[in-house]
C-alpha cells in the first residue's frame, strides 16, 4: 500500500486498529453491501475527498468503502477527544490513507488537521460538524470552485449549514444525511440513546436507578436518551423551548420543566439542545452537592464552561473523563469529558449496528452527489427518498424481516381520487 502524509498518534497501534475494525464491520451488513457495489462499479474513481468525520472503527468501516468504490481521500477527527488512536493507525499503517487525527489534540492542532485535510484540494467535502465547509467558505474560500459537492452528517452541521444558504453564501450542493429517516430516526435515536448512558456509566459508574435525569432538549437524540435512562430506572426530566417537542414530551410520561426549576433536583444532566449556553451560570448555581453534568451535542457550547469555572474556581481530575469543580460552600459538580460528546469522549460512539444505517447513507449520498454534478444547486438537499428506501430494505434483509407488498389495486387506490370506499 502507498504511503500517504499523515499525522497519527502511534503506527504501532495499527494491529489492534484493525482488529476494532474487523469487530466493528461483523455488525455493519448494509454498507458491506454498498462496499461490494461500489467495488464493481467504482463510482467515485478519482474523486479526491476530504473527510472530517469522528475517527471510530465505524467511520473506518465507511472510509474504506469510498476507497473501495475508487475514491482518494484524506481523513481528520470532527472532535478532538473522539480519535481512537489505533483505528487511526489502522487506516494510515493498513489501507493508506491519509489521516490526520490524534486524541485529545489541542485546538491548534484540530485546526492545522483541518487544514491538511483541505490540502487535498477536494471535489468532495464530507462533514460532521460543517467545519470544513466553514473553512472553504471562509479561509479557504480559493477550494470552493472545485468542490463538486458536500455530505453533513449531524444536526448541528445541517444548521449551520441552512444558515449559510439563507445567506446566499453556501457555493456547492450538500446532502444533509442528518436528514435521511435511516439516519436521524435511528442513529440520533437509538444511537445517541445508548452510547450516551454507556458514556455516562462508564466515567461515573453511578446507579441511574431512582436518580433524576435531566434531558435538555426533545429531539430525536433527546427522545432516545430519554428513553433509555427512563429504561435504567431515572426519573426523567426534559427541558425544552419547543412546545410541540414539549407536549410531546409530557404525552411520553416524562415531566417537562424549565431549566430553573429543573437544575435545582436534578442528580444528572445531559444536555443535546444543538445550542449554545443551554445550561449556564444561573442553572449550575442551583445545582445540588454531587451533580453530573455531561453533554451529547456536537459542540461543547451547550454547556457554559466558563461560569462553571467562575462559580467553582477548584478543580481536579478524579477519575478519566470526570472533573471536580467545588464550589466555596463545599458543593460539588462533576463534569464529563470536558463538556464535549460524552458518548465518544467517555465511550467509543454509537454502536456498529445503528452506524451501519448512517454510513451507508454516507456513502451514497456521496454517490448521488457525485452523479448529479451542477445539476443540483448550491443548497441543502435531503437524501432521494428511493436511497433512504434502499438502505432501509438492505438492513431488513440482514435482519432477516420480511414485509408486504402493495397489490396493484392498493397501489391504485393510492393513487387515485376518485376511489370510494
Known amino acids: 500500500m502507498t504511503t500517504t502524509s499523515r499525522d497519527i498518534s502511534d503506527e504501532t497501534l495499527a494491529p489492534r486498529g484493525r482488529d476494532k475494525i474487523d469487530w466493528a464491520e461483523r455488525a455493519m451488513p448494509v454498507l458491506a453491501a454498498v462496499r461490494e457495489r461500489f467495488a464493481r462499479e467504482r463510482p467515485l474513481a478519482g474523486v479526491r475527498v476530504a473527510a472530517c468525520l469522528h475517527v471510530t472503527a465505524e467511520t473506518a468501516a465507511l472510509v474504506r468503502t469510498l476507497q473501495a468504490g475508487g475514491a482518494d481521500l484524506r481523513l481528520c477527527a470532527s472532535n478532538p477527544l473522539s480519535t ?18 490524534r486524541a485529545g489534540e489541542d485546538r491548534p492542532t484540530y485546526f492545522a488537521h483541518l487544514a491538511a485535510a483541505l490540502a487535498h484540494r477536494p471535489q468532495l467535502v464530507m462533514d460532521d460538524g460543517a467545519d470544513l465547509a466553514t473553512l472553504v467558505h471562509t479561509s479557504h474560500a480559493a477550494l470552493g470552485d472545485a468542490i463538486v459537492g458536500g455530505t453533513e452528517e449531524t444536526t448541528s452541521g445541517v444548521t449551520r449549514l441552512r444558515a449559510m444558504a439563507r445567506d446566499g453564501a453556501l457555493r456547492y450542493p450538500v446532502i444533509a444525511v442528518n436528514d435521511a429517516v435511516t439516519k436521524h430516526m435511528f442513529d440520533n435515536r437509538y444511537g445517541t440513546g445508548q452510547s450516551t448512558i454507556d458514556g455516562i456509566l462508564r466515567a461515573t459508574n453511578r446507579l441511574l436507578a431512582g436518580a433524576c435525569f435531566v434531558v435538555c432538549g426533545y429531539g430525536w437524540c433527546g427522545r432516545g ?45 445531559c444536555t443535546v439542545a444543538g445550542n449554545r449556553g443551554v445550561i449556564g451560570g444561573p442553572e ?36 478519566p473523563a470526570l472533573d471536580e469543580f467545588v464550589r466555596p460552600d463545599g458543593r460539588r459538580i462533576y463534569l464529563l469529558a470536558e463538556g464535549r460528546l460524552v458518548n465518544l469522549a467517555a465511550a467509543e460512539g454509537h454502536p456498529a449496528a445503528v452506524m451501519d444505517l448512517s454510513f451507508a447513507d454516507q456513502a451514497l449520498a456521496a454517490e448521488f452527489v457525485l452523479a448529479s454534478g451542477r445539476e443540483l444547486a448550491a443548497d441543502v438537499h435531503t437524501l432521494p427518498r428511493a436511497l433512504d428506501e434502499e438502505v432501509a430494505r438492505l438492513k431488513l434483509h440482514a435482519l432477516g424481516v420480511e414485509i408486504d407488498v402493495l397489490s396493484r389495486e392498493q397501489r391504485d387506490y393510492l393513487g387515485g381520487w376518485r376511489a370510494g370506499t
Request: charged share 20%; aromatic share 6%.
Open 84 to 101: 481512537q488512536d489505533d483505528v487511526a493507525a489502522s487506516l494510515a499503517v493498513h489501507d493508506g490513507i491519509g489521516v490526520f487525527a
Open 225 to 269: 436518551l430519554a428513553a433509555r435512562a427512563a429504561g435504567m430506572g431515572a426519573r426523567v426530566i426534559v427541558t425544552e423551548v419547543d412546545p410541540l417537542r414539549a407536549l410531546e414530551a409530557t404525552m411520553d410520561g416524562y415531566q417537562v420543566l424549565p431549566i430553573a426549576r429543573a437544575a435545582a433536583v436534578g442528580d444528572f444532566f
Open 284 to 319: 449550575f448555581a442551583l445545582m445540588k452537592d454531587g451533580a453530573v453534568v455531561a453533554n451529547a451535542g456536537h459542540f461543547d457550547v451547550e454547556l457554559d464552561l466558563a461560569a462553571l469555572a467562575a462559580l467553582a474556581p477548584q478543580r481536579r481530575r478524579i477519575r
